[in-house]
């Protein structure tokens, strides 16, 4: 006997069908971004002894990148209001596409760098969409599913960026070494937008009287090129006249941004929030904690490789411990810790931190370059473990004291601060790593931790001035 199915059901059926299709371009789109984000810790130095570039190739790889996606995040999701989310989820799929074959076939530093800076400035285009589209289309139930499975495949990604990498570079596929780490996103990102053009449902091209604050945008990409130019072009060529005026250009031009926000009909930053003592402090402490956390993870990358003279897959596993630690962590915050300790995880995510940067010093004071991959493991995870509760709790808890209408565009500028801070971070602290290499790398890594370590120290009293408790339910999608 044939069982004849309700119009209903069939329609009911398809529908879930297509809430999964649209979720999982969602999540190709967010992996590429954080798997990109990553691979350039571990392929840096492979990159830079192939190109040619040195230092200064090393240093641009990785800020490049989050420079572009954190100063045009916000952007994008004003972007996507006004010209619409689909078309601009496709544009950003198909520039980063585009952006990653000119990375991968680069011949030179220069083109390379400008690839990376595109790759970022697409994906910026790209990652709000998604969270937008989702927001609209999806009922409860599964916009509850959706934040799910976020945080697994965006943890996975951040592991199998820099282990993907150590595993091409080791491959060394067709003789390319490190290029098909940039390659591989050509086949994934054909496939997304193939999938995205059948799959994401068409909207009404969005609302043109959306403003986007282009002026603000630009003021604060002048503001942040010249500050990591200038840090970057000193500490690896000298102090000279250029790399000081482009410090006191960027000084400048992030007084004009301040203005501009002051001022500005439809600012990047509502100037409420700037007023809300515990947003700004959550800033300060995610500026520091995000700029430190960030930069460290990519210096014992370059310690293990040029240091400890291991392969790029043997550093790559041997960050293996930390980012488990961070993936851990993270996910026992937002199952259930931030909403129950608030700014007490914070705290305790930053003192973890201390404790396993200061096993890390013991570590290389006591046994310099002749310390082996597996006695840093335990002191690598225990770093894993205070960066995933910070980095998964500050956003979150900055959030507690933010009004209703303040919440959209206060985690809009939390996540640009966040890649900013990165930028910094991976520009600032690699900086001072080769800076203080003169003198042995086991030196250089020992300058480098204790930075690190009065960077955490001095940041944690500000929690006392954070929110108390984290907002109740999921965290809004940024404007």
């Known amino acids: 006997m044939t069982t004849v199915k309700e119009p209903g059901a069939v329609a009911t059926s398809r529908s879930s069908r297509l809430m999964w299709a649209i979720l999982g371009v969602v999540l190709l789109a967010d992996a590429l971004d954080v798997i990109d984000a990553t691979v350039t810790n571990i392929a840096a130095p492979t990159i830079a002894a192939e190109l040619g570039g040195g230092e200064s190739l090393i240093k641009w790889l990785g800020p490049a990148y989050m420079l572009a996606m954190g100063v045009l995040l916000v952007v994008g999701g004003r972007l996507g209001d006004k010209f619409g989310q689909r078309r601009l989820f496709l544009i950003g799929v198909a520039g980063f596409t585009l952006a990653s074959a000119v990375a991968g076939f680069a011949p030179d530093p220069a083109l390379l760098i400008v690839a990376r800076v595109a790759q970022g400035a697409f994906g910026a285009l790209l990652i709000p969409q998604g969270m937008a589209i989702m927001t609209k289309n999806f009922d409860r139930e599964m916009l509850g599913k959706a934040f799910g499975l976020f945080g697994p495949v965006l943890g996975i990604s951040s592991v199998a960026g820099p282990v993907l990498a150590g595993f091409i570079i080791s491959a060394d596929i067709f003789g390319l070494t490190w290029r098909p780490i940039f390659l591989l996103n050509l086949v994934l990102g054909v496939i997304g937008l193939i999938v995205a053009v059948k799959v994401l449902p068409r909207d009404d091209d969005g609302d043109r009287s959306t403003v986007v604050d282009g002026w603000g945008s630009g003021l604060l990409a002048v503001t942040m090129l010249g500050l990591l130019y200038g840090l970057i072009e000193g500490s690896t060529n000298g102090w000279g006249v ?238």
């Not at 370059?302 to 996910?331: K, M, N």
């Not at 335990?378 to 303040?406: C, K, M, N, Q, W």
């Open 242 to 479: 250029i790399p000081v005026v482009s410090i006191v250009v960027g000084v400048l031009f992030f007084a004009g941004f301040a203005y501009r926000q002051r001022t500005a009909a439809d600012p990047l930053i509502m100037p409420s929030l700037m007023k809300n003592r515990g947003f700004t402090s959550g800033m300060l402490v995610g500026l520091a904690a995000f700029a430190a956390g960030t930069g460290l993870i990519f210096v014992l990358s370059l310690f293990l490789q040029e240091g400890l003279h291991a392969s790029a897959r043997t550093a790559s596993l041997g960050l293996v411990p930390l980012t488990l630690g961070l993936i851990a962590a993270g996910f026992a915050a937002m199952g259930g810790m931030v909403a129950k300790l608030g700014r007490r995880l914070v705290f305790i995510g930053l003192t973890v931190t201390f404790v396993g940067c200061a096993a890390v010093l013991a570590l290389v004071e006591a046994y310099g370059t002749d310390v082996s991959i597996w006695a840093l493991a335990p002191a690598l995870l225990v770093i894993g473990v205070g960066i995933g509760f910070s980095f998964s709790t500050i956003p979150t808890v900055a959030l507690g004291d933010a009004r209703p209408e303040e919440a959209g565009s206060a985690s809009g500028s939390l996540s640009s601060i966040q890649q900013l801070a990165s930028a910094i971070g991976s520009a600032v602290v690699t900086s001072i790593f080769f800076q203080s290499a003169g003198t042995g790398l086991a030196h250089a890594m020992n300058v480098t931790l204790i930075v690190v370590l009065a960077v955490t120290a001095l940041s944690i009293p500000i929690v006392t001035l954070m929110p108390r408790k984290a907002p109740a339910g999921p965290p809004p999608p940024p404007e």
